[in-house]
């Protein structure tokens, strides 16, 4: 019998094996994608307008969307997991009001950051609860959070802004070495939760429940220990987005800011995050939100109004997600 | 399955007796003609884009771009009649028919390229949403014409307009989705989408036909809000989607597909709509009612759910 | 296999009930450390639920296990693993968008010093796992979801030794195997014995089974017909064990009257494996197709109904040329195919026994678009006196609550409502009871005589060769011969089946 794998003909082969560099693009050829695209467009939009490559510019881009960078990297996580968050949006809301009115209330300004964090973890434990143990989806549980928490909200507040906040508070504002504090941030938590999700048992059992969840409880995964736990944690970025997001104004709007879960969403899909689970990066999911700040800008910049960017947002969206389920439907055919 | 169905619905039924009853003892406004009439114009929107996310949610998908078609539909009636000349209801019909060429592009990447449902329509939420915010460079259009207020804003034998159409779609879609093999195609997608296909029922039409009927029913309501608010902006309809795939939801509808009704979604939606009346008058500040929507929703499925422990997801 | 080798794991009394219904009646068995014991018995008879309870994933209601002398509960499947029982599953529990190294070391990874994962380690593990696996083809960091089922089995393997497995346990590990392959795998098997694993070999297939095993056991109907050495037995005592009975008297096939020719098929092409099929079906015949898994039987009926259109070829029905591209146009071509995955493909589980009847007649069950719903009941109950569907609730019972053959008898009943001419069953008694099985073959043996030509796909040769007019025999998308019923016979069919073309594992 012929058969070029039979074991005594298979001795002399040398192994196969992909160098690192080739390792890598197998692995992030998503977030490559957006890498380049993102060159791409600083390219093109300097050509047209070399002023935005100017350091404040670019602080401006890198440092504008890291609040929503920081919650799409918990968004990221949930979305691995098979389920999605659509009460993240009205969370952040809520934790910046409770943030900012116990700075003004004069507690130390730790306390007002922290807070929010912790606050942030219990709310999503009950989510967490009700999807992992009481089975309800987690599109329907959040949504009824969402009208909780939205309406939580402007019930208490009245939709009043808080002002008056202290200055030690705006840690937003802040500029160490030239560049603004949440870039810092920004790639330190990203970096960090790339690293948990590659190299902690935890963050590979995400994949795996997202991935087939059936394989996944034979290999002995604790799916619903595990899914409350996700949620957790997803509420801690959401108060550390919080940080971000609460203290970049001199004033906190007590309400809602529109949409920000879909855009939240949105940033972890378009960073390779598959709808479906089981795939994608944290790292990506960063890329996403710095390049709609990219965008928002050179809109600007190329005297386009800066309206068409929601639109320009979801084609961006639409064009990702046909490419990735026309790969998909091919390598299932193959 | 008629039986969990029918015992969904009549919990949701007794609850919503219970909180009109409650409500009527609070405030002698809640139960007069007059107000009751007014709460159901108020609903119309959401209930049209509603009944028919009845449809698209038992087929086992979603439709989150409801709200910006919407916004878009809006926007475009504005556009065409005062940037373009048309005449008004020319105008509103070619938005319409926008709107529900919206709702068929769904539909299409949705068969065609078989991107999920949920994603397919965020992406479009942002697009339509995008395209509303983009060709009204957030200007509104105002001063129409007082005979367009008919629609939204007039009576009709003392009910107003707009009700009607509510209660007419809401008689034909329950009369498909029970009594014909459209409905009973919806059905079979929901539960099996594979053994539907299997059985030659036209699967990729009937979802097509679905996604594009949630467009229609979106511009639909975007005119009508657009006539009963008397304004254009390109932020209408904001979050309507939610709203909506709450009193779906609420309705006993499996957000899995293959379980729900057109009469559990009526009564979501008059559950919801009693309540934000109700605690309004009964002095509880306007979208803090939202917090009881929310929790009314969990725990409705939460109980449904224990009630329903049988294993089958 | 000297007696005094004690057994690792031991099972006694082993019970186990599902809904009232006993799927396991007090089996006793017990796997040796170095042996391969193969488990045999027909579909239903209880192997899965017994590879079930070893592998930690069901607990048993009576009896217990012992490993290694120690009385144990098992209650999960990372129980099991810690014990040392691995499995191989049949459905290949991987993850496809997990390369080949991760998919070996999920939930079991080598450790750096600080708590996190070590990929050199793993990876270096993998390699040395797959090279002592005879798999040095194998690129450890490729995606699981772009390999082959033989490739994708060799790394499920590779996991269960990266977790010291004493017992693996292989559920019809070749059932989807081409013949190169399988003859790969039974080197891994012997060279796993070799290293004093216990290995649980679930299969259906005589040479291999004579080939590799050590110790058989027969199961029928969840209850132990008995354990044997493999020198006691020979094929034929086994089946005997099997089926309690020879196979004239299961399938009782009536004479069948043939007449013209209904189907005709020329130079069919589709996907990978349907390549240039011709062949003919007349009526009141029926065609039997035999082959492995992964031949293309299955493809071949999928193209006929239209699931998968054909993309060159000529398909006659009556003489007259058709184009077929959807199961809609299929069914009003007078094709049913009632469908290889009963519950995937065949019925709408949470949906009653009308409503799956009436389900590929609904457009004709209605007056314009309205359902005739008194007409649909009136069909059902029909269905349901016609073929002996057993239902409590009647015609409003849910189909998921019902017996694997009432199941399929409300498939094929769903079918029948479209008064179909030609009639293609995939694998119409897989999962089903003796007794519905034989009243299965019973109808299609009525329905033949009435006319209808029938295509039976099936990997049971014993019903290929009972109920089949002429078998067509499939290998590698390939026709490989048309066998007579008067020729047809275990060997000439069989290895039709097994010509070796050339390895489909080329990668």
Known sequence: ?334 | MIKRILRHETILALLTVIVLAILAYQSDKFFTVDNLLNQGRLMTEVGLVAVIMTFVIVTGGIDLSVGSIVGLTAILTGVFWKSLGLPLPLAAFAAIACGTFGGFMNGVIITRFKVPPLIATLATLALYRGLAEGISQARSVRGYPESFYVLGQGNMLGVPTQLWLLIITAIVAGVVLGYTRWGRTVYAIGSNEVAARFSGLPVDRAKLAVYTASGFAAAVAGVILVSRVSTTRSDMGTGLELDAITAVVLGGTSIFGGRGTVIGTLLGLILIQALKNGLSLAGIKGDGTIVLIGVVLILTILISNIVHRDGNR | MPETVQPFVSLTGATKTFGGITVLKAVDFDVRPGEVHALLGENGAGKSTLIKIISGLYVPDGGTIRIGGETVTLSSTRDASRRGIATVYQELLLFPEMTIAENIFLGNYPKTAWGGIDWPEARRRARALLDSLDSPELDIDRKVASLSVAQRQRVEIAKALSRDARVLIMDEPTASLAEADVQRLMEVVRALRQRGVGIIYVSHRMPEIFALADRVTVLRDGELIGTRDIGEVTEATLVAMMVGRSIDQLFPKPEPIIGETLLEVENLVSGKLVKGLSFSVRKGEILGIAGLVGSGRTETALTLFGITPAESGRIRIAGKEVTIRSPREARDLGIAYVPEDRGLQGLVKSMTIRQNVSMASIDRLSRGIFIRFAEEAARAVNAVKRFGIRARAGIEQPVGQLSGGNQQKVVIAKWLETAPRILILDEPTRGVDVGAKSEIHAIMGELARTGVAIIMISSELPEVLGMSDRVLVMNNGHLVSIIDRADANAESVGAAMTVAKKSKDAA
């Open chain 1, 1 to 334: 019998m012929a058969n070029a794998n039979h074991p005594t003909s298979a001795s002399g082969r040398a192994p196969s094996e992909r160098g690192v560099i080739a390792r890598f693009a197998a692995a992030y050829g998503q977030e490559i994608v957006i890498f380049f695209a993102m060159i791409a467009l600083f390219v093109i939009v300097t050509a047209i307008n070399p002023r935005f490559i100017s350091p404040e510019n670019l602080n401006t881009i890198f440092s504008g969307n890291a609040y929503i960078a920081v919650a799409a990297i918990g968004m990221a996580m949930i979305i691995i997991t098979g389920h999605i968050d659509v009460s993240v949006g009205a969370l952040i809301g809520v934790l910046a009001t409770i943030s900012g009115t116990l700075a003004v209330s004069g507690y130390p300004v730790w306390v007002a950051l922290i807070v929010p964090v912790f606050v942030g973890m219990a709310v999503n434990a009950v989510i967490g609860v009700m999807v992992a143990y009481a089975r309800i989806p987690s599109i329907v549980v959040t949504l009824g959070m969402l009208s909780i928490l939205r309406g939580g909200l402007i019930t208490v507040t009245g939709g009043a802004w808080i002002s008056g906040l202290p200055p030690e508070f705006l840690i937003a504002q802040a500029k160490p070495l030239g560049v603004p504090a949440p870039i810092y941030f920004m790639v330190a938590l990203t970096l960090l939760a790339a690293f948990w999700m590659r190299y902690s048992e935890f963050g590979r059992s995400l994949y795996a429940i997202g991935g087939n969840p059936e394989a996944a409880r034979a290999s002995g995964i604790p799916i619903e220990r595990r899914t409350v736990m996700v949620f957790v944690i997803h509420g801690a970025f959401a108060g550390l987005a919080t940080m971000l997001f609460a203290t970049q104004l001199q004033v906190i709007q007590s309400t809602v800011p529109p949409n920000l879960e879909l855009t939240v969403i949105t940033a972890a899909v378009i960073g390779g995050v598959s709808i479906l689970g089981g795939t994608g990066t944290v790292i990506g999911s960063t890329l996403a939100a710095i390049l709609f700040a990219a965008i928002g800008s050179a809109l600007i910049f190329t005297n386009v109004s800066a309206y068409w960017l929601r639109a320009v947002i979801g084609v961006l969206i639409l064009v990702t997600v046909m490419a990735d389920m026309i790969r998909r439907n091919r390598q299932g055919r193959a």
